[in-house]
């Protein structure tokens, strides 16, 4: 079920996956912001408080892990869920994932059911509730 008030924060550097989230995001009625690097994430995370956040795993400079250890340390933030979103599918990604911070775990390229599920599942649910899916 769609929760239309609710932000979600992109962290994307590649500009092509990132009008697709905008596509499904925006289209379900979500809100939503996007930052193109680790730094800018961060930024925007603490500026603005959103409800969910996809990480792109593979950024420059600051990796979306470093990023998503950065938010999990800050109690202020920490209870923000962090979907990891990676291009590297390999056996035990998804455990590397969770252990250091990420709530769930998506992989490119993006299934749009896949996506929409996830995103649902996180919103729907408070985290402490919400399992690790996939
Ligand atoms: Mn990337």
Known sequence: MNTPDKVVLVVEDNAISMRLYQALLEGHGYTMLQATNGMEGLRMAREHRPDLILMDMQLPKISGLEVTKQLKEDETLKSIPVIAVTAFAMVGDEKKYLENGCDGYISK???ITDLL??????????LAQASAIR
């Not at 599920?117 to 408070?126: K, M, S, Y």
């Open 109 to 111: 390229p993006i299934s």
């Open 117 to 126: 599920q996830t995103v649902e599942h996180f919103l729907d649910q408070p």
